[in-house]
């Protein structure tokens, strides 16, 4: 196997000391190629496998998302002006156009085509022979490698195999950097949902209420009739209060993210500052074992349980309160109660079941708990504690949530 040697008008490839000690080498990336912990890793395969192979040069393409040409995101020792023509190329171009279609490993040995997309002799004329090899995952070609050599030669079968193998390394690693970012864009695009949500359940709803009232307010004005004008322009205050608080809330809910330890330690967070900022002890009382909820369930949960805390914090006038997790035989129940004045209208248990029988409540907050609860496939039970006080609980189906058993 020839030892690599250097090809005339060859770009020189600094090599630049990292912190950890290890070798970073410059690399020509396509301008939408953001992957950097990717591009470093081919990077730094291309000049293993150059040296491998005997090879004086290489190049990695992907497939654009479109499937119809073949990107450059990375390279090792082009000449500039190589660069630029191989930038982008048409996805049925040469043997390149070959490998991207099947899994194989094959020779180009007439590189006149080559020559005449890079405006001139391809390296020179010093390449004599390019490799090209499909970067294969699950049957699917998601690009390709070339090596540039000076000479043809007969690679021996375990290179060619080896060769194969890092194509198929080469191709989990773009597999699974195009799955990051595909879940990447689902997780925004589920994020703005959720804000249209939040503004819509909080703010909207509200607005329009307000927007009916100020033409019975502007009437009530014109016709001089006091007590109306006073009701109208109550109605409306209350309102523009009511969208404060829950853009309020709206803003602190998209910039507060889920404790990473997970729900029961976010509640815990909460209990032990409870005391010095209401001056109302919180205890969290928990029997599961474990709560086996997603992420996203536990994200509404923790929002749930933190609006009836602040709505305790606001109105309750509680000595003390508590947080109670439970399983029962209907599904995972969280009770948040109280032992201090209770509902406005004593006696009165309400079963939360839509906006609207929400929409008299001075407690707005209520409102949104519901509407999470909803996204939950959750009940939300709102009334008066047996012991005196406010009781609020909220039911995962079993079959929304499968906990495990009681804790001993």
Known sequence: MPKPGPLQNMTTIACNPTQDGATSLGV????????????LLLQRFLVSIAELAGAQAGAVRVLTDDGHHMRLVAQQGLPPHVQEAERLVDRGCGMCGTAVDGDVLGWVDDLRSCERKGGGHYF??????????????AGEVL?????????RFDLPPATQTILRLIGQLLGLSLHNARIERERLRVTVLKERQEMVNEVHDSIAQTLAYARMRLPLLKDAMLDHDDPKAIKYFSDVKQAVGEVHDNLREVMTYFRTRMDPLGLLHALQGIADGFFGRTGIALEIHNTVRCLNLSDAQE??????????????AKHSMARHAAVIINKTP????????????????PGVSTIVTSAKELAASTHFGLEIMQS???????????????????RVRLLLPASTATTAEHTP
């Open 299 to 312: 994200v509404q949960v923790f929002f749930i349980v933190q609006e009836a805390l602040a709505n305790i």
């Open 330 to 345: 209907a599904g995972l129940e969280f009770v948040i109660e109280d032992d201090g004045l209770g509902m406005a209208a």
């Open 143 to 151: 690009g390709i490698y070339n090596l540039f050599f000076e000479s």
């Open 372 to 390: 999470r609860a909803q996204r939950l496939g959750a009940s939300l039970e709102v009334g008066d504690n047996a012991g005196g006080g406010t």
């Open 28 to 39: 020509a990336t396509s301008v939408d190629w953001d992957e950097t912990g990717l591009e």
């Open 124 to 137: 020179g004329g010093q390449c004599q022979g390019v490799l090209a090899i499909s970067l294969t995952h």
